[in-house]
């Protein structure tokens, strides 16, 4: 019973990064496809991205079994975002998911998901730590009155 | 607040509260005396019923309308759901953390702050439970950080 349960909780963790991940990618193809004058995403690019989160979120489980919302060490790190290039880039050239947008266009894209990246690493690294340090102080200070 | 015990010989047991009003203090003390005496009652996987003290308890989720209870070292099942557990056992640090879950605040090891607004408790079971974004505003606000809700 116990091990259904955690492998259970660890569905519910994966999966709601592998959905963030993937809305953040079918976002991006619905822009570019509008900006291309076309108003529809096909089932099959989408399961594409979709197969692609998952193996992102997946594969961050195995990295960072404490979860990614914490300081991680530098090396798996790089090791995350390296993977997330390899997938997202490499979907892209192998799938073709943004075909026909100009050079400058895919070097935005690109820049998009290292900002993503970025600003993940700055959140998790500074803002949430603050945020934690003061919720623990919290549940001390209620765990002793 | 002052403590005195009257040794009187047989009789039952009789406690009394002497108070100028009943503040937060006189009801944080009756609800710790009435949790005294109400235990919850729960069967382990041998169907063996338990009765236990809700001070035990860890976490409880609900799995497939099964509520499971959790302790430091062993899990059973309880006939109450969540929202049950919740309204009798709250002022004993019982917080609603999900929709499948409440765990008991006195026993949360460790809070983290998470993406999507959510934190994550360590507990001394092993288990990390997600707090989910509807709920962590609340956890927030009993924990005293203004401005939550």
Known sequence: MNGFLRWYRWGLQMKYHMGIYTVGLIF??????????????????????????????????????????????KGRTAIWVALGNLLYVGGSLVFGWFQGIPLWGALVLVLILEAGFFAMWFGINVAMQADTADLNRRLRKYQQE | MKITVDQ???????????????DEEVLRLLALLRSGLQKLCVWDEGRQTVLLNPAEVVWCETVEDRTFVYTAGALYQTGLSLGELESRFGDLGFFRAGKSAVVNLHHIRSLKSCGGGRIEASLPTGERLMVSRHYAPLLRQRLGQEGSV
Request: glycine share 12%.
């Open chain 1, 28 to 73: 991006c193809k619905g822009v570019v496809n509008a900006l291309q004058g076309e108003y529809t995403v096909d089932s099959r690019t989408m399961l594409e991205m979709l197969v692609a989160s998952l193996l992102l979120a997946s594969a961050e489980t195995a990295l960072f079994p404490g979860g990614l919302d914490r300081p991680q060490p």
């Open chain 2, 8 to 22: 009187t010989g047989g009789g039952e047991v009789e406690v009394i509260l002497r108070c100028r009003e009943v």
